[in-house]
């Protein structure tokens, strides 16, 4: 008999709401299942905790890719099964995998669909199962974070985005596999677990969440004409025809920079660092998708 557990982030909506959760539930035969509801992101590790110690199998999550992140840093490597319930602004990892936001299909996906085991990365330490960026794409989300997201969805993102353009470089040395890959001026660095890490944009096409990679992409770019060029070549999904983008993949990237410089998780703001290391770990989480039919 499967363990369910919801954890929801009670500031986060879709659909009819947690009554809508809970009705569905019901009906599906899990009228009682453990119940955790956050205020905020950050004390959803707790309850992740407590759900597996109260001997939870099955955890559906509640919330936006923040919310789904702090569960999956928590239960990484356990054999504990998420199933998301994207209720945030861009849910891009629900996105990826063809999970609805629609409570009764992405429900029935957590309790009937396949399991798939999905590599993560980890970010000086901390688990991601989207993206991670520095310099600019950290700036962007933060901005967005400080209220606008409420207000404007996902259009906050580009608010944000254009105001930051004229940001300064920093001098970077990136390290791909322990090989130098670029050395000198930066203003993006930006690394994908999966194809589409923003809005409806596949920004790194190559990329899947089981072959053990991560892609990355760090762009010079910095006047406005600069990055008004980079964005259309990514839109396009020609991001490799630009010439302020370069790429690789790899399972190990070391970051140094030459001033402290804020760095994102799957568009969660983290303090500035000069120092960032990312690290691929395979096949260490298991999430419900859609059947593969």
């Known amino acids: ?9 009670s500031k986060k909506t879709f659909g009819g709401g947690l009554g809508e959760l809970r009705r569905v539930l019901h009906d599906a ?20 905790k407590q759900a597996m110690a109260d001997g939870a199998d099955l955890i ?7 919310t789904v992140q702090r569960c999956i840093n928590t239960v990484a490597d356990t054999d504990a099964v998420i199933a998301i319930l994207p209720a945030g602004t861009a849910n891009l990892l629900a996105t990826n995998l063809g999970v609805p936001q629609d409570v009764a ?18 970010a000086n330490g901390e688990h991601f199962a989207v993206m991670a960026g520095a310099g600019l794409d950290a700036l962007m989300i933060d901005g967005a974070d400080a209220g606008l997201k409420d207000r404007m969805g996902r259009a906050a993102y580009l608010w944000t985005g254009a ?40 920004v790194f096409d190559g990329a899947r969440p089981d072959d053990g990679l991560l892609e990355i992409g760090i762009v010079t770019a910095q006047s406005q004409g600069e ?12 991001t490799e025809n630009s010439p302020f983008v ?5 399972s190990k990237f070391k970051m140094k920079f030459d001033a402290p410089t804020p760095y994102e998780i799957d568009g969660g703001v983290r303090k500035k660092v000069k120092k ?4 691929v770990r395979p096949k260490a989480i298991t999430i419900c998708v859609p059947n593969a039919s």
Request: aromatic share 6%.
């Open 60 to 66: 559906f999550v509640w919330g936006g890719d923040g």
């Open 163 to 202: 105001r930051n353009l004229k940001t300064s470089p920093v001098n970077a040395k990136v390290e791909v596999d322990g090989r130098t890959f670029h050395k000198g001026e930066v203003t993006c660095v930006l690394m994908g677990n999966v194809k589409d890490v923003f809005g409806d944009i596949e």
């Open 105 to 122: 299909e992405a429900v029935t996906i957590g309790l009937h669909g396949d399991r798939r085991t999905l590599d993560l990365a980890t």
């Open 246 to 250: 370069i790429t690789a993949r790899g």
């Open 29 to 48: 035969g899990h009228p009682e299942p453990l119940w955790y509801e956050v205020a905020k992101s950050r004390q959803v590790p707790k309850c992740a």
């Open 276 to 279: 960032l290391k990312v690290k």
């Open 227 to 238: 990055w008004i060029r980079t964005l259309g070549t990514v839109v396009m999904g020609k």
């Open 1 to 9: 008999m499967t363990t369910i557990a919801v954890i929801a982030h």
